[in-house]
């Protein structure tokens, strides 16, 4: 393909590493359309790179910046397994100068979609309780630090191979296999329900955050509200509920510089020793993505994948 040009509003990004998610391997398999692909397109939502090049309108980023970001891949927008992309200014940030850029390409969407469950919906402070579903998982362990940063003390949920994770992240691990929904909440929050409870994982997950809410002025956030559910035990405990779409603004082009704003926010966390990623230490290339994509399918990565597209 030719190397695009940036319009008004955008840059150029030469990319140098491609974060790898879920969504990218559900859009390869026509499994997603709330992500509506228009074909051909270039996957890969999360990237990492350097300015080369400023469109009219920029005045904010210059060449030479290194720069993350979810710029694409989505609603025909091309994505970040490719050397350069033309992006949308307002969705970049630069790049933390405590991380890699293989660290920073692993952030964006998992980043975005914590702070907006988290941050946006339910506005999470010091002293409240908050229990991560999912706690070693993408958006998971990003969330557990967003907590912890805000000053809230932290409970997860994983199987038992993942608690060791979830401690390292100073969260309190909770083997959801082992331990009843009534027994943590008796355990850790005295019966009462903790103040947030960030579901990440969907399904009967969704419905057991429902029950380990607290009471009146608990709220639910959920980024994989799929599924019937029955809202009733969320309504028997006088709690609110909110969902999490973070692909919105690229697809709709509404709310895009939020996103900035929330990877600026990543930044200073990450510059102030309170972020890191959990990415796995293998070495992806351009032509490895599709090795990439089966190890997501089968859950063998250990840690957030990434593609080197180029040193």
Do not use: C
Not at 40 to 60: E, S
Not at 145 to 150: D, G, P, S, W
Not at 255 to 280: M, N, S, Y
């Amino acid at each position: 393909m030719p190397r695009p040009h940036p319009s008004p509003g955008e840059v150029l990004v030469r990319i140098t590493s491609s974060g790898v998610n879920p969504l990218d391997v559900k859009i390869a398999a026509g499994a997603a359309d709330h992500a509506q692909p228009t074909l051909p397109t270039i996957l890969g939502l999360d990237l990492a790179g350097v300015v080369v090049q400023v469109g009219a309108d920029v005045h904010d980023l210059r060449p030479g910046d290194e720069v993350y970001g979810m710029t694409g891949g989505v609603g025909g927008i091309p994505g970040s397994l490719a050397e350069y992309a033309a992006v949308d200014a307002t969705l970049l940030a630069r790049t933390p100068a405590t991380l890699t850029a293989i660290q920073a390409a692993a952030l964006p969407l998992v980043f975005i979609t914590a702070w907006e469950g988290l941050v946006d919906r339910a506005d999470v402070r010091e002293g409240q309780r908050v229990l991560v579903h999912g706690g070693a998982g993408g958006v998971g362990h990003v969330a557990i630090q967003i907590a912890r940063a805000r000053g809230a003390r932290v409970y997860a949920t994983g199987s038992a191979g993942q608690l060791e994770v979830i401690d390292a992240l100073g969260a309190a691990p909770i083997d959801y296999r082992r331990t009843p929904v009534a027994d943590y909440v008796a355990a850790h929050t005295g019966g009462e329900g903790f103040d947030v409870v960030y579901d990440t994982v969907g399904g009967a997950t969704l419905d057991a955050s429902f029950t380990a809410v607290r009471r009146y002025a608990g709220h639910v956030v959920s980024s994989l509200g799929w599924g019937t559910h029955s809202l009733a035990p969320l309504s028997f405990r006088g709690a609110t509920y909110s969902g999490v779409f973070t692909l919105a603004p690229l697809l709709t082009g509404r709310g895009r510089a939020h996103h900035g704003e929330i990877l600026r926010e990543a930044t200073a966390l990450a510059e102030a020793g309170d972020l890191t990623p959990i990415v796995d230490a293998r070495v992806f290339l351009l032509d490895d993505a599709p090795e990439a994509h089966r190890l997501i399918e089968t859950g063998g990565g250990a840690g957030k994948l990434v593609v080197r597209v180029r040193s």
